[in-house]
């Protein structure tokens, strides 16, 4: 089969023509449209890939329309780009669908568009990388609405739940304080150490397991902590982000990310696309459910290919059936129009005890919060398909006899010697 590939994208032809393609097949690079139309092999073409960047969307939907009639064979993928806004973008997809064309989703890097693209042509047997272990992605609709509680709340408890390794990985770029609520001054296992193995893309699953910082009480949970360095979270590509998201899905059996609250950087963005389950953490607030999540999350979706409807929905500073202004639950489910899959109560002693490094002894201990996350847990688990650890009980005569012995005083018998043989 021959492949063509109609683009100016320097790095994406590089990548396509150092491929090493299976026998018989061909990958042809053209620059422009004009030489691509007027090329006497047009019909040859099994696979026609473009970048939208050479068009608008009149001119785009005559060129197909030209292609169609001159290769009536070939199937057609179109790279969509952000040179459009959200509405032109949704005329594109619109007359894809209509017409039976794939896209590829703006905002995508070259590692994850060859990849869709090698399943768009080869299917399953293609060689885009599998995605390895579940990830769930934890965005808060608002900063400092207990996102960090209940991202990190939900690994902690996942941990306890399952044998399943665990990675908690901290996103947040600029203001990261999960380290002062376990009671760290300066955290050793940040994500900003890692950054030159991260940017070479040599970050391997056994250095980043031994990085990671393991958690006291529970040996198969391991956290990596926030960027330390503001001013340096600029230089986090998409790139980075998706290396390390890629490298983390192989190092652990489920990995749980929290995000900025802001999309303006590679981390939240990468995070979110990455994601096999998306949940946005918000409140009963008016200003929060509605208007923060209005403007990132119906603003900036289908900006990056995303849909809205594929977030999850839980609530913090949950009161009751519901919030201050009459606002109920139920209200900003159908408000926002996403699932809600779990309630967080208003605790009045966690702002004190986290300010004191207590998290940790907080979520391992009886709290309530802990009842609101293991109802999230349950259902996350689920979803994923983490199985729960085995019970480890002994039988039930062995029970009942060393409690009896133990109400009565009298000491466990000793093990018998093995006799000797001579």
């Given at each position: 089969m021959h492949i063509a590939l109609l683009t100016r994208d320097e790095a994406l032809c590089e990548v396509w023509l150092s491929w090493e393609a299976p026998d018989g097949d061909r990958v042809v690079l053209f620059r422009q449209p004009e030489s691509f139309i007027e090329s006497a092999n047009l019909p040859d073409f099994g696979h026609i890939v473009m970048s939208d960047r050479f068009f608008d969307y009149a001119a785009f939907c005559e060129y197909v329309e030209q292609m169609k009639e001159a290769a009536p064979g070939a199937e057609l993928t179109v790279m969509l780009s952000d040179r459009h806004d959200?509405?032109?973008?949704?005329?594109?997809?619109?007359?894809?669908?209509?017409?039976?064309?794939?896209?590829?989703?703006?905002?995508?890097?070259?590692?994850?568009?060859?990849?869709?693209?090698?399943?768009r042509i080869y299917g399953e047997s293609g060689t885009a990388a599998a995605g390895g272990s579940p990830c769930i992605t934890f965005v808060g609709s608002t900063p400092n609405i207990g996102t960090t509680f209940v991202s990190f709340g939900t690994a902690v408890r996942l941990a306890a739940s399952t044998r399943r390794s665990v990675g908690y990985l901290c996103l947040n770029l600029k203001s990261s304080k999960l380290h002062r609520y376990l009671g760290l001054e300066k955290p050793e296992a940040s994500l900003d150490h890692l950054r030159a193995e991260i940017r070479s893309q040599s970050l391997r699953p056994d250095r980043l397991h031994l990085y990671c910082e393991q958690v006291k009480g529970r040996p198969n949970l391991r956290i990596l902590f926030g960027n330390q360095l503001r001013e340096q979270a600029e230089f986090f590509t998409a790139e980075d982000i998706e290396h390390l998201l890629r490298t983390a899905r192989r190092t652990f059996d489920v990995c749980i990310v929290e995000v900025n609250a802001y999309w303006d950087n590679a981390a939240t963005i990468c995070a979110l696309l990455q994601a096999d389950t998306r949940i946005l953490v918000t409140t009963p607030d008016l200003a929060h459910f509605q208007e923060d999540t209005d403007r990132w999350l119906r603003g900036l979706c289908p900006v990056i290919g995303l849909a809205a409807e594929s977030f999850d929905l839980i609530l913090t500073q949950a009161e009751g059936s519901g919030g201050s202004g009459g606002i109920r639950h139920q209200d900003v489910?159908?408000?926002?129009?996403?699932?809600?899959?779990?309630?967080?109560?208003?605790?009045?002693?966690?702002?004190?005890?986290?300010?004191?490094?207590?998290?940790?002894?907080?979520?391992?201990?009886?709290?309530?919060?802990?009842?609101?996350?293991?109802?999230?847990?349950?259902?996350?688990?689920?979803v994923c398909g983490i199985e729960p650890a085995a019970p480890n009980k002994a039988p039930a005569v062995k029970r009942i006899f060393g409690r009896l012995t133990g109400a009565l005083g009298i000491p466990a018998a000793k093990p018998r010697k093995a006799r000797g043989s001579g």
């Open positions: 959200t509405a032109e973008n949704g005329k594109w997809i619109k007359y894809c669908l209509m017409g039976g064309i794939s896209y590829i989703p703006p905002h995508r890097t070259i590692e994850t568009i060859t990849g869709m693209l090698m399943q489910r159908k408000e926002t129009g996403l699932s809600l899959i779990g309630k967080v109560g208003k605790y009045s002693d966690l702002t004190e005890t986290v300010n004191q490094g207590k998290l940790l002894e907080l979520l391992t201990g009886k709290h309530p919060l802990n009842r609101d996350l293991d109802d999230i847990v349950r259902l996350l688990s689920a």
